[in-house]
């Protein structure tokens, strides 16, 4: 791994950490916000592609593991991961690491839709099939009626994943995974 990478990979842990100062919104009915920290899951897997997007959520990770307050509300700590969030959390190096290597596979011809359907496929439907569950488990409640309460994330989930498709097109020509794939 290249300098220049662990760089960019910082410097996407940074932005999902600058993205948890704008307030969660919580649903009330489930244990787990509403945050503006997904988009920049997305766009560390659109921008960074496989290996640097899914390392950026590893370092953040590690943030959040050694207290941190980089989480909404300026949270932080061994706690939250192994809380009702825990699976969401640890479902974001997997999705950025997917929405990345999906990204290097499409960036020679790139379109908005196409970035869009990753973003959708790993970025919304897998974090919330792999956090849901877990969520439901930690909190004794049914798998179902997790996936339900999951629900509530979609319509904030699909705008998230459209604002870091159009965000990558706009930053397409200076991304770092452009000299990657040529
Ligand atoms: C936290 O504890 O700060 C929340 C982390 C997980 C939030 C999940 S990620 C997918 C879904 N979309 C959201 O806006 N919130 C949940």
Redesign the pocket.
Known sequence: MKTKELVYAALFSALIAVLGLIP?LPLGFIP????A??LGVMLAGCFLGRRMGALSLVIFIILIAIGLPV??GG?GGLA?LVGP?AG??FSWPIAAGLIGWYSEKIWPKLQTWKLLAGNLIFGVML??LI?APIMALITNTSVWAGLAG?LA?LP??IIKAVIAAVITMQLKAISPIEEKVQ
């Not at 787990?32 to 945050?35: S, Y």
């Open positions: 969660p787990v916000p509403i945050t920290q997904t989480l909404t949270r939250v969030s969401y959390i974090v919330n956090g999951a994330f904030g989930d």
